[in-house]
């Protein structure tokens, strides 16, 4: 997926998908992140939530659990299928082991309970995101290795193939 970079100043901007049905708590860490070099954007339900990715992208998303017909887990589900690299934090005022076992299983990469830690919450983001910015810098190094052996095979395979017909004429 496209990431737009979006500047502020001299800083890169890295934006943040909120997902909540409560606004006091999109409010609270909207205001918590904004500080940061962070763009924030925010959706209140999980279908909401989806479209919202799908226009802008973001780096990271925060979602709660329980919200309207769909819930975080589908919505990370959906996006999981968009971006395996998508760090998601699950923040939820009704933590069970099921819900739990199954976030993990699904590869949330934070569980959190309200109500939220704000320094747990902007610890959890940093690593979330210098995490998917090495998973990112790591595919594209194996991509480019794969590609430079592919180019020294075909260097090999000519090379071999101009010295048989060397030999043919000699």
């Known amino acids: 997926l496209p990431n737009p970079v979006r500047k502020r100043g001299w800083h890169t901007m890295t934006t943040i998908l909120i997902v909540d049905d409560d606004e006091a708590v999109r409010f609270m ?16 339900s999980a279908e909401e939530g989806l479209a919202v990715f799908k226009h802008e992208h973001p780096e990271l998303v925060m979602t709660d659990l329980r919200m309207g017909e769909e819930d975080g887990l589908w919505l ?12 998601i934090l699950l923040i939820t005022a009704y933590a069970d082991i099921k819900s739990a ?7 949330i ?7 939220i830690d704000l320094h747990q919450v902007m610890t959890g983001i940093k690593r979330g995101l210098a995490h998917r910015r090495l998973t990112i810098e790591n595919k594209a190094y194996q991509q480019d290795l794969e590609k430079r052996i592919e180019e ?4 090999l395979e000519r090379a071999y193939q101009e010295l048989v017909q060397t030999e043919k004429v000699a």
């Open 109 to 115: 990469y934070e569980y959190y309970t309200k109500p």
């Open 76 to 87: 990370a589900e959906q996006l999981i299928a968009l971006d395996p690299d998508l760090p």
């Open 29 to 44: 860490l909207r205001r918590a992140l904004t500080g940061e070099i962070y763009r924030i954007v925010d959706a209140s």
């Open 152 to 155: 020294r095979t075909n260097d």
């Open 101 to 107: 076992q199954r976030a993990i299983s699904m590869g």
